[in-house]
């Protein structure tokens, strides 16, 4: 990690008392379309008190994060990472005004997302977050008094759609939901052509300078609080069907529909699929992201197959499909070793684990016969909590705020991805 601040514990000790972490409210109407004025001087480098930081890396030890990992995490990644109610990084913003985000050319299309969460209703951005002292814009004009602009690579159709840069200490911040197979929508583009542009990553992996993971799992701080609401016969009561799957895209990697047709071919009426891929066997659910499909509460395990197996790639398949809709998740995407890393212990099965689709099928259905069996992979509940804030279904949206805080506790210093690809290479960080 680049330089990292030094943390001042007396102010640490006042924050707690007083308002959100010490910082200012804006309420949501003040959100968009604003511009702030006279920009300050950016913060001096300075060092992580030792003690603090070594705190901070203990939940992240227990993952088996390696040094290296540990040490590529910004601070920010390092809390997201750490126990249910973690006291967040000091701030090293020495700015008056707000910081200005503004959301390059799609900011109203991510909106639906970001802000209205699939409603009709606009949420603000800094809800229950750490720091709310920043605002955002839309306008293009705003590019040159902007503290931060966010590009989405993935709506990007080349890069003359970027504008000219204004100022050093402006941070160019290049967002992607999508893994390193499916950066881009148009066009044949590569991520190299970006090359010296962007001083930020922020994706779903969590060695990003703003990570913004599709679901986080943190240690709960009491013992046993995850189950005081969970009903022990839940599976005699609710779970009346095995295995379900839901398929928007239908191309995808062929591994993945080739292994579901090899499953259905064993299961039978034992599997359905949601959707027209493979021709599915039920009504799709309505909707794609903005709405829930209840359908998915009836089923004991779902298939979490991504549509890239690519470092870290975990999405809502896992942790809303699978973790939320209390079902077993079997994983066929990223590497198993990071699921471990990443997920609660002992709370899903991995393709990757069994030679053949028969051997899979053979072992679930011996979970289902054995209500105890199964049950186990449930365990980590008492001891976990899964945290959906990705903006679909209904839940939180967390990506403004997260840029919000990194414009808070990231290092001051400026750094640009000279070579992207060192950072997001879909031949070194995913596999066929």
Request: charged share 25%; aromatic share 12%; with cysteine.
């Amino acid at each position: 990690m680049l330089g990292t601040p030094q943390y001042i514990l007396l102010l640490l000790f006042l924050c707690v008392g007083s308002t959100i972490f010490c910082a200012i409210f804006l309420t949501f109407p003040s959100l968009l379309g604003q511009t702030i004025g006279k920009k300050s001087s950016i913060a001096k480098q300075t060092k992580y008190s030792k003690e603090i930081l070594d705190i901070s890396i203990v939940p992240q030890k227990e993952r088996n994060f390696s040094d290296v990992q540990i040490n590529r995490m910004t601070l920010l990644g390092r809390w997201l990472l750490s126990s249910e109610g973690s006291v967040p990084p000091t701030t090293i913003n020495t700015k008056r005004e707000p910081y200005l985000i503004l959301i390059w050319m799609h900011g109203k299309f991510l909106e639906r997302r970001h802000i209205k969460r699939f409603t009709k209703k606009k949420f603000s951005p800094w809800q229950n977050c750490s720091v709310t002292k920043c605002m955002l814009t839309y306008r293009s004009r705003d590019i040159a008094i902007a503290d931060a602009v966010i590009f989405h690579l993935h709506l990007t159709k080349d890069i003359s759609e970027l504008p000219a840069r204004q100022h050093r200490r402006q941070r160019w911040i290049f967002l992607t939901d999508e893994s390193p197979m499916h950066t881009f929508l148009y066009g044949n583009q590569q991520i190299s052509e970006y090359n010296g542009l962007f001083n930020w990553s922020m994706s779903y992996r969590m060695d990003s300078d703003i990570p913004v993971p599709y679901g986080r799992v943190v240690r709960r701080s009491r013992l046993n609080s995850g189950i005081a609401n969970f009903p022990k016969d839940f599976i005699k009561k609710s779970k009346t069907k095995l295995v379900a799957v839901m398929g928007s895209n239908c191309a995808g990697i062929k591994r993945r529909w080739k292994y579901v047709s090899e499953l259905k071919s064993i299961l039978r009426n034992e599997l359905d699929i949601y959707g027209k891929c493979l021709t599915g066997n039920v009504t799709a659910c309505p909707g794609h992201f903005d709405r829930d499909c209840e359908a998915l509460n009836a089923y004991k395990f779902y298939l979490a197959f991504e549509n890239s197996n690519c470092k870290e790639y975990i999405t809502e398949k896992v942790f809303w499909n699978g973790y939320h809709k209390l079902a077993i998740p079997i994983i066929m995407g990223a590497p198993k070793k990071d699921c471990e890393q990443l997920l609660p212990p002992h709370s899903f099965l991995h393709v990757s684990d069994f030679a053949n689709p028969t051997t899979l099928v053979n072992y679930i259905l011996y979970l289902n016969r054995h209500d105890d069996k199964y049950l186990e992979y449930h365990e980590w509940r008492k001891y976990y909590k899964v945290i959906n804030e990705h903006g679909y279904f209904g839940s939180s949206s967390r990506h403004y705020c997260r840029v919000c805080e990194a414009l808070h506790y990231n290092s001051p210093t400026v750094k640009v991805y000279e070579d992207i690809e060192s950072f997001w290479d879909k031949h070194r960080d995913c596999t066929s």
